[in-house]
C-alpha cells in the first residue's frame, strides 16, 4: 500500500504489478509512504521519495575557442546525490533524420564513466558538438543532456561556412546566403539565438543543396553548418532591423539666399555608407502625399553625410536616405524635414484671414493660396513635427482652406506642383475665460464701482463686453443681461458703474473679428452693498447641502428689529417665527439673494430694510 502526499491511499495495482509477495513499480508510481499489509498485520513503513528522471545540464568553458585550446565540459545533475558515473559524448549531426536530431559517440576512455563531474578536452581544433550523462545502480539507470556547442571562428577544411555578403552585422531586409562547403555532399545549416533557442534553416530560410538563403524572419545568433560527421566554423551574426535615418536641416527658417545644411544620421553607424538626398514634390492628387526628386549630382550619393544647399530661396520639404553593398541595400526613408521661408514668393503666397498669428480654437480661419498655379493644397507641420493637409482640420475650397475647430498650432503653407508659399508659424490657443476684477468690493449707496476684464494672453483688437449676473432660479444659475450701452462692447478693459445701491453680480466677455469670436464668460463677480442702518446677519461662507443655517435682522446699533420679515430674491418667505429665519436641511434651492424688513419699535410704523446678501451653498 500507498499513502502519498496529498494522504490519498493505494494499493501496489495502481502504480504496479503484484507479483506473489512482490510488488514491482511502473512509471506511475511516486513519492510517498509505502508498506506491506495481510488479513492480521502490517509491516514496518518506508518513506520513499521517486523524483522525476533528472535532466543534466552541460556547461563548456570557453565556449568559444582558438585552435588548440582547452575546453571544460562540466555536467550538472539536479537535485544532486551520492553515486553517479559521468559519460561524455561527441555529437554527430543526423542528417537523415527530421528533427534534426544528433547521435551520441562516446569519448576516448568514456566506457566507464568518470566519477568526476567534468572532463576536459585537450586541442579543441573546430567547432563541435557535446552531450553527457549520468548513470548510477544495477542495472544502470541513465539521464541525459542537451547538445552543448563549442564554437570555433577557425576553417575547418572538412567543413566551412561562408557568409555573403561578407560582414557581420546585416539587416532584415537583406537576404543572406550562408554558404556550406567541405567533404560532404549533404548539409544542414543551424543557429543558435540569443535565448539559447536551436532552429535550422527551415524556420527562417530555404535549403538549397549546400546554401541556405535567409529570409525576413531571420535573427541574431550564431550560425553553422552541420554535415554527417563534421560542424563547420561558427559565425556569429548580428542582424538588426532596417534604419531609419534622421534628417536634420540647419537653420530650419532661412531669409531668400541662405545657405542650408541638411544632416542625415544613421543610428548603429557603421563603414560604408553613402547618403542620398532628395527633394520633395507634392503629389495633387492626393491630399497628403509626396514623390521625391534627387538632388543634382546625387544619383551616386555622398560620402559626407552632410550636404550643403546653396541660395536656399522658398520653402522646401527634403529627405534623406542611406545605401552599401553591391547590389545597394538601402536604409528606409527619413521623414520630411521642411526649411521655412517668410519671404514672399510671387509664384506661390499664402494669406492668413484674420490677419494676426495669434487665434483661437473657436475661430475659424482662412488660409488663402494665391500665385502660378490652379491646384493647391494648404498643408501643417505641427509642435509634435507631424505633417498633415486642410483636410483633416478643415475644408479646402478652390484655393483657400477655412479651418475648424480642430486646427491646432503650427506652422502652416500652401503647396503647388512645382512651388511652395512662404510660410506662417500660426498660434491657436484654447478660448480664454477672462478674469473679471470689481474695485471696490464693498460699497456704500451711491459709490462708483470700477469692473476690470483681463484676457489671457493679451493681444491686439478685443473689445469687452459687461453684463448684470441675472439670477436664473429655474436653473440654480444666472444668466447674463448686458449693460446699457453695451451692446458693441468697449476698447478699454474697464467699465465703471456710477451710483451702486445695492449688491449685484457682474461677468464679462471679450469678443473680435467679424464675425465676432468671442471669449467664454468670466466668473460672477459680487458688488457687495453694506449701506443703510439695517444688517442681514448671515453666514459669510459657503454652506453645506444638508447642514442649517440661521439669518437674522438687526440694526447697527446692535438692537434687534420687531415685525421682521424675510425675503428671498425679493419674494417673502412665510416665517412663523418672524425674529429670525432657520433653514434646515439646506438644499442647492436655498442659494439665492436674502433681505430682511422690520420696526425699530413694536409699534412703529416706520419700517427698515437691509441690503442683500448672497446665500452660497456648496
Known sequence: MRADEDGDVSSCSYWGEMTGSTCNTNTRASSGVYWCESVTQSSNAANITIHSVPHPVLTVSPSWTSPGDSVTLTCRVEPQSAGWRFFWYKAAPKLSSTDNSYTSKLLAGGTTGTEQDSYILHGQTHTAGYVCRAGRGDPVSYTRSYVKIVWSGAVNPAASLTVSPHRLQH??????????????????????????????????GAMNGSTCNTDTTASSGVYWCESETQFSNAANITIHRVPHPVLTVSPSWTSPGDSVTLTCSVELPSAGWRFFWYKAVPEMSYTYYYTYEILAGGTNGTEQDSYILHGQTHTAGYKCRAGRGDPV?????????????????????????????????????????????????????????????????????????????????????????????????????????????????????????????????????????????????????????????????????????????????????????????????????????????????????????????????????????????????????????????????????????YKCRGRKSPQGLETLTSAESWLSVK
Not at 531586409?173 to 543557429?191: A, M, P, Y
Not at 484671414?353 to 483661437?360: A, M, W
Not at 503653407?413 to 511652395?420: A, G, K, P
Not at 463686453?465 to 436653473?475: E, G, Q, R, T
Open 171 to 204: 539587416y532584415s531586409t537583406e537576404s543572406l546566403s550562408l554558404i556550406c562547403e567541405g567533404n560532404s555532399t549533404k548539409w544542414r545549416v543551424k543557429k543558435v539565438d540569443e535565448d539559447g533557442r536551436v532552429s535550422s534553416c527551415s524556420k527562417w
Open 329 to 593: 541595400f538601402y536604409t528606409q526613408y527619413s521623414g520630411v524635414k521642411f526649411v521655412w521661408s517668410g519671404g514672399v514668393n510671387p509664384a506661390a503666397s499664402l494669406t492668413v484671414s484674420p490677419h494676426r498669428l495669434q487665434h483661437f480654437s473657436t475661430e475659424s480661419l482662412s488660409l488663402i493660396c494665391e500665385g502660378n498655379s490652379t491646384k493647391w493644397r494648404v498643408m501643417k507641420v505641427d509642435e509634435y513635427g507631424d505633417v498633415s493637409s486642410c483636410s483633416y482640420w478643415g475644408e479646402m475650397t478652390g484655393s483657400t482652406c477655412n479651418t475648424d475647430t480642430t486646427a491646432r498650432s503650427g506652422v502652416y503653407w500652401c503647396e503647388s506642383v512645382t512651388q511652395s508659399s512662404s510660410a506662417a508659424n500660426i498660434t491657436i490657443h484654447r478660448v480664454p475665460r477672462p478674469v473679471l476684477t470689481v474695485s471696490p468690493s464693498r460699497t456704500s449707496p451711491g459709490d462708483s464701482v470700477t469692473l476690470t476684464c483681463r484676457v489671457e494672453p493679451q493681444s491686439a483688437g478685443w473689445r469687452f463686453f459687461w453684463y448684470k449676473a441675472v439670477p436664473d432660479m429655474s436653473h440654480y444659475s444666472y444668466t447674463p443681461e448686458l449693460l446699457a450701452g453695451g451692446t458693441n462692447g468697449t476698447e478699454q478693459d474697464f467699465y465703471i458703474l456710477h451710483g451702486q445701491t445695492h449688491t449685484a453680480g457682474y461677468v464679462c466677455r471679450a469678443g473680435r473679428g467679424d464675425p465676432v469670436s468671442y471669449t467664454l464668460y468670466s466668473g460672477v463677480k459680487f458688488v457687495w452693498s453694506g449701506g443703510g442702518d439695517v444688517i442681514l446677519v448671515s453666514s459669510v461662507h459657503p454652506v453645506t447641502e444638508g447642514h442649517s443655517v440661521t439669518l437674522g435682522c438687526k440694526l447697527r446699533t446692535e438692537n434687534f428689529l420687531y415685525n421682521v420679515d424675510f425675503y428671498k430674491n425679493d419674494k417673502l418667505i412665510p416665517n412663523p417665527a418672524r425674529g429670525e429665519l432657520l433653514i434646515s436641511p439646506v438644499t442647492k434651492s436655498d442659494e439665492g439673494f
